[in-house]
């Protein structure tokens, strides 16, 4: 019994140990009810209060990318009205171009420099040679003044083009791959057809802003120019070497066109030159293979179109991102020159279709950088130099990308600073330091350079502040010559023996109107008729009873008194400088009908001839 008990009370126990397990368990199972509710109602709780906010609409967000457009255009504006800016950009472009140069150079030399020199870095090496050559370059055209410069730009023409001679001396010149254009010095090779460049951009920017005027003669912009042009394309055409040719004539078309050539004149010059590229570029058996593959006349993708064929082949292969730094297969001796003249296949291969469009935004805005510091520029010969050397360097590395994607016959004009090239490396940085220069003499640089203490860069490399731009004396009086030449008079001056002589037509706006300072008027000043000497406008002299605008005393300044003719109006002109048989104090007649007639002066030994204050030798 007491067992039964003891087991039905377990049993019991059980039982309800049972229904409070499952008490708690439904106990359990009601409080995450209720924490589910919890959330539903939390969740309903957020939707009632987003319920009010709307999701931004199509109009929202394009005002805010237009707002966040807005604010780097204001932001690059601000740093472009930095008097400095023009000067920091240029040397930020050329570290960029520099360092981007050797590491490409490095990349697609590599397998070429192990083949031939058993080094992956022997190509590489000469290249960094060359860019601290350059760097030192660079350094020393930026501290050079602008006057001593000009004094050199001739002594410099003269030693370029004696080496240009020299290297086509046997035993003085290398021979390499059929042409003799290097000098070998110390294991490097030193081109003289790109030492050129650099002094036929100085010489012939010195030349033409030392003759500037509107409506010169062609004698003054063609003589000596185009003839020592010419002699420096003969003797690189004896070399031969035609992309250096057609870079010279690219230097000359620009300085003569900034200079004023008139259109005419221009045009069949620029004919001319494309002639005779054409002339030159048939004679020779492979550069008409080039060009003949170019138009289609020649399909042989083993022969002269393989090159071209080769580059097309690594641009595809790159794509939009590319394949990766150092993994293009064409420098696997599948494209010739690849380190040279073809690297930008290279650098579309390796940094594809993104790395392409770079290096051309690169150029882009290096063009505008020089435009910019051309036009802010108060020297003529800075102007002159800065925008020939823009048009260079951007035109050689726009025809390089032409012909490798194929939108041009190969000519073998190298990319600045990116191709593998000593002598060019060193002439590019030579005309860089140019450019840096030309930007530290804007007017708003000089006058921030002048005012505030040098920065860190400054101080380091000892820069010497620059020289506010001042005309010459023989600069000055070109400038007065000009402006009498433009000057129109108000009315007909009269001639010899009562004949009246017509004004002189205004000078034809140039094409450098808005380039040159100083003397450069839109509007001529008309020469002044109405002030006499000694005399204030407005005011009556002390003899003459002068009064602008009214008629004048019918008695001269002598007191003697004279008779006009009726209704004539009696108009003060300054007399010249006293002269033998020339009696001061006489007077024009100016009719009512316009006409000035000078009356007849018995003192001036019976000659008529009148009264001009342009050709006074006192002037005003």
């Not at 860069?457 to 009498?484: I, K, S, W």
Request: proline share 6%; hydrophobic share 40%.
């Amino acid at each position: 019994m007491a067992g039964g008990k003891s087991t039905g009370s377990t049993t019991g126990d059980g039982t309800t140990a049972d229904k409070k397990t499952g008490t708690k368990t439904a106990g359990s199972k009601t409080v995450g009810t209720k924490a589910a509710d919890q959330k539903t109602a939390d969740q309903k709780t957020t939707d009632k209060k987003t319920a009010g906010v709307t999701a931004p609409s199509p109009r929202d967000a394009v005002r805010a990318t237009g707002s966040v457009i807005a604010t780097l255009v204001e932001g690059v504006r601000t740093l472009l009205a930095r008097p400095l800016a023009s000067y920091h950009l240029i040397l930020t472009l050329a570290l960029l171009l520099t360092v981007f140069g050797l590491v490409m150079v490095l990349s697609a030399s590599s397998v070429e420099g192990y083949s031939k020199q058993g080094s992956a870095y022997g190509l590489f090496a000469t290249q960094v040679i060359f860019a601290i050559l350059g760097m030192g370059v660079f350094y020393l055209t930026l501290r050079l003044p602008v006057r001593l410069l000009r004094r050199l730009a001739a002594p410099l023409m003269v030693v370029t083009t004696l080496l240009l001679a020299l290297v086509l001396v046997p035993g003085i010149g290398t021979l390499s791959g059929g042409a003799r254009r290097w000098f070998t010095l110390g294991g490097l090779s030193v081109q003289p057809s790109e030492l050129v460049k650099v002094a036929l951009c100085v010489w012939g920017a010195h030349l033409l802003a030392s003759r500037r005027r509107e409506n010169a003669p062609l004698k003054e912009l063609l003589i000596p120019l185009l003839p020592v042009g010419l002699l420096v394309c003969l003797l690189i055409i004896l070399e031969p070497n035609l992309s250096t040719t057609i870079t010279i004539a690219i230097i000359i078309g620009t300085l003569l066109w900034f200079a004023g050539l008139p259109i005419k004149v221009f045009s069949a010059f620029a004919v001319s030159g494309v002639a005779i590229a054409v002339v030159l570029a048939l004679v020779e058996g492979y550069r008409s293979e080039r060009v003949m593959s170019f138009l289609g006349g020649i399909d042989d993708p083993q022969g002269a179109g393989y090159q071209a064929r080769q580059a097309t082949y690594a641009l595809a292969n790159g794509g939009v991102f590319g394949v990766g730094l150092g993994q293009s297969r064409a420098k696997w001796n599948y494209l010739p020159n690849a380190h040279n003249d073809f690297i930008f296949a290279i650098i579309g291969e390796e940094l594809g279709l993104i790395g392409g469009l770079m290096v051309v935004a690169l150029f882009v805005f290096f063009a505008y950088v020089g435009f910019r510091v051309a036009t802010r520029s108060a020297d003529p010969f800075l102007r002159l130099m800065t925008v020939t050397i823009t048009v260079l360097i951007t035109a050689q590395a726009f025809i390089n990308i032409g012909y490798v994607i194929g939108l041009l016959p190969v000519t073998g004009i190298q990319l600045p600073l990116l191709s593998a090239g000593g002598t060019s490396t060193l002439t590019v940085l030579a005309m860089l330091g140019l450019l840096a220069n030309a930007a530290r003499h804007e007017p708003e640089a000089v006058a921030a350079l002048s005012t505030n203490a040098p920065r860190r860069f400054g101080r380091l490399f000892r820069l010497p502040a620059p020289v506010a731009y001042q005309q010459t004396r023989a600069e000055t009086l070109r400038d007065r010559l000009a402006d009498r030449r433009r000057t129109v008079p108000a009315g007909p001056a009269p001639g010899r023996a009562g004949r009246s002589r017509g004004a002189a037509p205004a000078a034809a706006p140039s094409r450098l109107a808005g380039m040159w300072p100083g003397g450069r008027r839109s509007t001529p000043e008309p020469v002044r008729h109405d002030r006499p000497r000694g005399g204030s406008a407005g005011r009556p002299t002390p003899r003459g009873g002068y009064s602008p605008g009214a008629r004048t005393n019918s008695r001269s300044t002598t007191g003697t008194p004279r008779s006009g003719a009726a209704g004539a109006t009696h108009a003060w002109i300054p007399s010249r400088s006293p002269s033998r048989g020339y009696r001061p104090g006489s007077r024009a007649v100016r009719d009512p009908g316009g006409q000035d007639q000078r009356r007849s002066d018995p003192g001036r030994s019976g000659r008529g001839r009148g009264t001009d204050p342009g050709r006074s030798r006192g002037g005003w």
